[in-house]
């Protein structure tokens, strides 16, 4: 994909989860619409390797390796792309983990921390030091998931789900904060989704749980048993980044295919 478009031109933007997924397909869709992207994640080669195709299209990228859930580690992250970048514009805060699926009294504290770690206080950490770079004008969107905000019933994922309400609620918090210094906060809610945070799923003793929606076995209206693509999900954040989006602010966005209206 050539960089053709310049909807975002000179504009820099910091996405986290970067190496893999909806994180890699925002960061390509942000660079051919000609933003400098800040690539942020865990993982040094697969950074390298989406840096490498976002260059390949005629793009810009400056790699950042940090672990979300190290407060230091993303503060050092951010100062470094601001210092490469020179601003920053846009924040899309989508790192994260599915963590352990199970009853929730056989969640150890331990796994549950980790789920918190990384979806909740890595987007808090991620935004606490981002925010003091934003102009007017900027946007900041948090991916959250249909998971505690319109479903409940997939069995187990109660630290998932508490985490991704949560990050709702930290949304529109700023959305309202921010307002008035003309930064728009913004959350997208994607469902079942052709990414490889399955791979961060551990799943225990959910027959105990029996009787409720098996995620991601349920219906998609709109295309059957048929997930999204990461490129579908990413088109929705780059509507809520861009200007398009200039008078969208403290709302939720669902990208499921109406697959949380018939699951919830």
């Not at 400056?62 to 846009?90: K, W």
């Not at 913004?186 to 009787?211: F, K």
């Not at 490129?231 to 008078?247: G, I, P, T, Y």
Request: hydrophobic content about 40%; some cysteine; aromatic content about 6%.
């Amino acid at each position: 994909m050539s960089r053709t478009g310049s909807e975002l031109l000179g504009k820099a933007a910091l996405v986290t989860g970067a190496s893999s997924g909806i994180g890699r397909s925002t960061a390509l869709l942000f660079a051919h619409h000609g933003a400098h992207v800040g690539l942020l994640g865990r993982d040094e080669e697969s950074l390298k390797a989406v840096r490498a195709d976002v260059e390949r299209a005629g793009g810009q990228a400056t790699t950042l390796q940090a672990d979300v859930s190290n407060a230091e580690q993303v503060a050092a992250a951010v100062e470094r792309f601001v210092n490469a970048a020179g601003r920053l514009d846009i924040v899309f805060a989508n790192a994260g983990i599915n963590g352990v699926w199970a009853p929730l009294h056989e969640i150890e504290p331990e796994e549950w921390r980790k789920t918190i770690d990384v979806n909740l206080n890595g987007t808090y950490y991620t935004l606490r030091y981002a925010i003091r770079h934003l102009q007017r004008g900027a946007s900041i969107i948090v991916c959250s998931s249909v998971n505690g905000t319109r479903i409940f019933s997939n069995p187990g994922a109660s630290a998932y789900a508490c985490s991704k309400s949560a990050l709702t609620t930290m949304a529109k918090m700023l959305a309202v904060e921010l307002g008035r210094k003309g930064i728009r906060v913004n959350v997208v809610c994607p469902g079942y989704t052709r990414t490889e945070i399955e791979q961060s799923t551990e799943t225990r003793d959910l027959e105990e749980l029996a009787g409720f929606v098996e995620f991601p076995k349920g219906a998609i209206p709109l295309t059957g048993k048929v997930p999204a693509a990461p490129e579908q999900v990413a088109q929705a954040v780059f509507f809520l980044a861009s200007d398009r989006a200039s008078h969208v602010n403290g709302t939720e966005l669902w990208v499921d295919g109406g697959e949380s209206l018939v699951m919830g």
